[in-house]
């Protein structure tokens, strides 16, 4: 105004400073406002595309014939493309991509030093519908027609990549129907048992219930018929054991007969079996094909998948699939009938196995040809427990309470009740970047703050100056005659000194602007800081936790650290502090202005803050243990979330979708209640963040009604003292900042308040990096293994123990075991017998409890993590591919050239499918590879160890999802390509491995045999004799019907 020439009093000072007071923090959160609408609207538009989603993927109609459950006529059945894909790159600028850092642990420093990681390129290119979900589909089930009559049993075959088990995907409803008709019959029931079992965190007994009621009697029948009657007595708690995440504590045959368990104990109309025993031993095998499918299932409709082909004899209908089209169909004596049929070819194939015996075990063999009851009679290896033992009967609560206490395996979150502590500031402080970090944002706040009280000041000063003693003449009229007359000016323009009133202003404005922007751009970097250091430590303290942490922890209070506790870090924090500590320097420079204008302003503002401070201190208990609990219930939120995620086609096919988000409140909950509880997880939650809201209103209500009283108090003390003591404008920029203050005051004991309880996040986060236990160091430098090393792969077990944990029973005992250079071992035992514990201990994935493990003289115990397990190579049980391409997948570090690529999937008999892709090499590759069959994984995972070129190689059950074509033809590519490595292979199918140069027999962790296999075979009482005669017992017996 002044530049204008302009006059301006007191009374329009006092209304400026007032209302840019007022209008302070809320232009100052204007930014942070536009932000979380941003975010809210990003928010509800992807929650629209759910809601709009198409809960049905196609219309079912019921079938036209009371005989058939299932119907479907020319049916053509696509899988829809993900809403991202991935760019298809051309090969020769691979190289040009960017990359991923590969992190390699660097012990001296304490850190990783980066190395390439080829990393695919996403394009978000990908065609949408209105809702937000792909239009594209890849056909992979063409002219499908198979009616499924009650009471049949129908066995489903074909190689891998067939389509098998897309089939029974579209029977479940999770394909898309491109072309023709699915009828099932009205009220029919489902029951699913997939390829790779899906269990829930709960305990044996809920997993088999799944939220049926508990019959004793169906109970005892169905777990006598999958064969986990034994392995009952073995866990801690029978089945009250809980098992925990995705059924880590149990092997894969368990998890796999639990599965089986859960369908036969539905009662259900359908049941969809996806090669259900795969991951059981021979005698396992037989007792389930026996005494579940043919018997208790022997009234139900059963579609059997399988690559056993021996059980295909007792199907009552064979369906022959290739290339995503049922080729034959028909009963085994009839496929067997066509000449040349896919059907006769693989039956033919699987029996012809046999002959890759030598002659002597043919012969050894011979002597086990007849009766295979009196094999099971006398086998060591396959004995039920007695009944009497066995037998579940009702139990009282406080009886399943004990035994669950004593299954328990997951750990739940404590509820701390202390605050916020100083060591966690600390911490925080430190992570941003120490001492000098904080003297920096210190003094860049004191400095803003400074010239922010300097600018207000010298609005004062300049408004009590006024003209400067200026005197104007000014004409009156006396008498009928002007006069000029020289008046003391009142105009703030007639000072003489205005452009330097002006200059000093306008110089203190751009200074507080730089400030300003030192102060922001200091304080957001120190939170950056922080909060990046934080997510890598916590990171990189998590990675390196041992298995244990894992079996025993949730992975939603994992993921909770991740999420939740790093957004509040990332985000909220730095927002509210920032605000707080603006709101803070307002305030303080305003308290101490207004006991400059007027010491007496003590007498009132020390009473009230008082109330204010006890007030605060009342409550932040209240709000703090509230934010920790609201922080808490997030975590099971998430592991349900995630399971319910991962099992969602079981969940669709047993109908239950209503009780995964609803309590499950039956009469059955007095003997057990199966933890559906998707709606009360999330109650909990809600209810934790209401009081935490309510604690906070209850105490930001009470500031509030404090705070009017602060200008009230300045009014009237300033009122009441003479008028010469308070200049009119100090009063009026007093009171300004008193009425400002009233608003602020609440709202920045607000923010303290919030900032305090985000800190309970970062402080969860400085829990896990000082707390987690770590595995061994990546490297230790004075004692590295040679280059080279394992130059031979002798490997030694001297006296090896393994458990769990602590506490826990041992599952390998006393295993002492001489592994000669380039030996091929076989091992071989019942499910949960501890063939994969053995391969995970040479991994150092579970750590010795006595004994140890010698490679070419090395003590495995004495090297670092990354030295041992970057020689060696395995095979899992449950293969693993990530997502990106199939390049990325078999080559992450871009080692290998295309040819070495194309030659390792052609040894592994893969390269047709790979070829047959859109991209090929560069084929997207979805999250768990879900668009490659189980069988198509495994030999991705295979062709990735083949190009490692490893010594030591394991094979935990790699070809367990295969055809026995394919796994022939594999075997003779690892005899080949692998002829130089040692080779560790745990098998199920037999024929895999007797050609083998020695045989480990294990039995409940205990090494029962170990020899070569004509020597097993030669004495009859080994226990590796008799499986081998139950094998080719099943083949001869099923071949004998087959021919009958």
């Known amino acids: 105004m002044t530049l204008t020439d302009q006059n301006i009093s007191v009374t329009q000072a006092f209304v400026y400073v007032s209302l840019l007071t007022t209008l302070r923090l809320p232009l100052g959160n204007t930014p942070y406002l536009l932000k979380s609408l941003a975010e809210g609207l990003h928010v509800c538009q992807r929650i629209k595309v759910l809601l709009i989603a198409e809960e049905e993927p196609f219309q079912v109609l019921t079938t036209s014939d009371d005989k058939y459950l299932v119907e479907i006529r020319n049916g053509y059945f696509g899988w829809m493309l993900p809403p991202s894909a991935f760019k298809l790159e051309d090969p020769e600028n691979l190289n040009s991509n960017k990359p991923f850092e590969k992190k390699k642990y660097d012990e001296s420093a304490n850190q990783f030093e980066s190395q390439e990681l080829l990393a695919p390129d996403i394009d978000s290119d990908t065609n949408l519908k209105e809702d937000g979900f792909s239009t594209e589909t890849v056909t992979t089930l063409h002219d499908i027609t198979i009616s499924l009559a009650k009471g049949e049993l129908v066995g489903v075959c074909g190689s891998v990549g067939s389509g098998k088990t897309s089939l029974i995907q579209a029977i479940l409803g999770m394909m898309v129907v491109e072309d023709g008709e699915v009828s099932l019959s009205k009220d029919m029931n489902l029951a699913y048992v997939p390829q790779q079992a899906w269990i829930m965190n709960a305990t044996v007994r809920d997993n088999i219930l799944f939220g049926k009621e508990f019959d004793a009697q169906k109970y005892n029948k169905t777990v006598k018929a999958c064969a986990l009657l034994s392995d009952f007595e073995q866990l801690a708690a029978g089945d009250q054991t809980e098992i925990g995440e995705r059924g880590i504590n149990l092997s894969g045959g368990q998890k796999q007969r639990i599965s089986l368990a859960r ?133 009282s609560i406080q009886d399943l309470q004990q035994k669950s206490d004593t299954g328990k395996l997951t750990t739940a979150e404590e509820v701390s009740h202390d605050t916020v502590k100083l060591s966690t500031l600390s911490g925080y402080l430190k992570a941003g970047g120490g001492v000098k970090a904080v003297l920096l944002v210190i003094g860049a706040i004191i400095l803003y703050t400074g010239f922010q009280c300097f600018t207000n000041y010298w609005i004062s000063h300049w408004i009590k100056a006024g003209s400067g003693g200026t005197y104007i003449e000014e004409m009156v009229v006396f008498n009928d005659t002007q006069h000029s007359v020289l008046e003391l000016s009142d105009r703030i323009v007639d000072n003489p000194n205005l452009h330097l009133y002006q200059a000093v202003y306008a110089g203190s404005l751009l200074l507080l602007l730089i400030a300003a922007y030192l102060n922001a751009h200091s304080y957001m970097a120190f939170c950056l800081t922080a909060s990046t250091k934080l997510h890598d430590n916590v990171f990189k303290k998590t990675v390196a936790c041992p298995m244990k942490f894992f079996d025993v922890t949730p992975s939603g209070q994992i993921l909770n650290r991740f999420s939740k506790d790093m957004d509040e870090v990332d985000a909220n924090l730095p927002f509210q502090s920032d605000l707080f500590f603006k709101g803070f320097t307002f305030v303080s420079s305003g308290l101490i202005l207004m006991i400059y204008v007027t010491p007496y302003f003590l007498i009132a503002s020390v009473p009230l803050f008082l109330v204010i401070f006890f007030i605060a201190k009342f409550s932040k208990p209240a709000f703090q243990i509230s934010k920790r609990l609201e922080n808490m219930t997030k975590s099971p939120l998430f592991s349900h979330i995630a399971a319910s995620v991962q099992g ?327 005899k080949e390509v692998f002829a130089d490595c040692t080779m560790l292979t745990i098998a199920h199918r037999l024929n895999t491995v007797v050609n083998y140069d020695k045989i480990l027999v294990l039995n409940n962790g205990k090494m029962m045999e170990f020899d070569r296999p004509e020597n097993l075979l030669a004495d009859r009482t080994s226990e590796f004799s008799e499986m081998m005669a139950a094998q080719e017992s099943q083949k001869e017996n099923a071949q004998h019907k087959g021919n009958s």
């Open 263 to 395: 369908a036969a104990y539905s009662d259900a109309d359908l049941f969809l079996l996806d090669d259900p025993l795969s991951a059981v031993d021979v005698h396992v095998g037989q007792h389930l094909f026996t005494h579940c499918l043919k018997d208790l299932l022997k009234d139900k409709t059963v579609l059997f998948v399988t690559h056993q082909l021996q059980f295909l004899t007792d199907c009552d209908y064979i369906l022959v699939m290739k290339d995503g089209q049922i080729t034959e169909e028909g009963t085994h004596n009839c496929l067997m009938g066509l000449s040349g049929g896919e059907y006769s070819n693989l039956i033919n194939a699987f029996y012809d196995s046999k002959e890759h015996t030598d002659d002597n075990e043919k012969q050894d063999l011979s002597t086990f040809d007849g009766d295979l009851e009196s094999v099971k009679t006398s086998s060591k290896c396959f004995k039920e427990p007695e009944k009497v033992s066995l037998e579940m009967k009702p139990e």
């Open 648 to 974: 969602l086609s079981t969940i669709k096919a047993y109908k239950k979708e209503k009780e995964f988000f609803q309590n499950y409140e039956s009469e059955a909950c007095t003997i057990i209640k199966v933890i559906f509880r998707f709606n009360d997880l999330q109650d909990r939650n809600n209810m934790a963040l209401l009081l935490y809201d309510s604690s906070l209103r209850w105490t930001t209500v009470r500031i509030d009604c404090t705070c009017t009283l602060l200008p009230l108090a300045i009014f009237f003390l300033v009122t009441l003292l003479p008028q010469d003591v308070v200049p009119p404008a100090m009063f009026a920029l007093a009171l300004a900042y008193a009425i400002g203050a009233s608003d602020t005051v609440q709202y920045t004991m607000q923010l303290g308040i919030e900032s305090q309880a985000r800190l309970i996040s970062a402080n969860r986060i400085l829990t896990y990096i000082e707390n987690l236990e770590s595995e061994a160091p990546a490297v230790i430098e004075h004692s590295r293994p040679e280059r080279a090393w394992p130059k031979y792969g002798a490997i030694k077990f001297d006296n090896v123990n393994v458990r769990y944990r602590e506490g826990l029973p041992l599952v390998l005992k006393n295993i002492s075991l001489d592994i000669q250079p380039q030996e091929k071992i076989g091992i071989v035992g019942r499910t949960g017998s501890g063939k994969s514990s053995l391969a995970l201990i040479l991994f150092r994935i579970m750590e010795l409890d006595g004994g140890s493990i010698t490679i070419d003289g090395v003590n495995i115990s004495t090297i670092g993590l990354e030295d041992l397990r970057s020689r060696l190579s395995i095979i899992p049980q449950d293969p693993v591919l990530f997502m990106g391409t199939v390049r990325y997948n078999l080559d992450p570090f871009n080692k290998c050239t295309d040819k070495m690529l194309w030659s390792a999937l052609q040894s592994c008999h893969i390269k047709h499918t790979i070829k047959s892709l859109d991209g090929q090499l560069d084929a997207v590759v979805t999250e768990n590879g879900e668009n490659f069959s189980v069988g198509e994984r495994q030999l991705l995972c295979m062709a990735r160890a083949l190009l490692r070129c490893s010594k030591i190689l394991v094979l935990d059950e790699a070809t367990a999802a295969i055809d026995t074509e394919t796994d022939s033809l594999v075997q003779e590519t690892i």
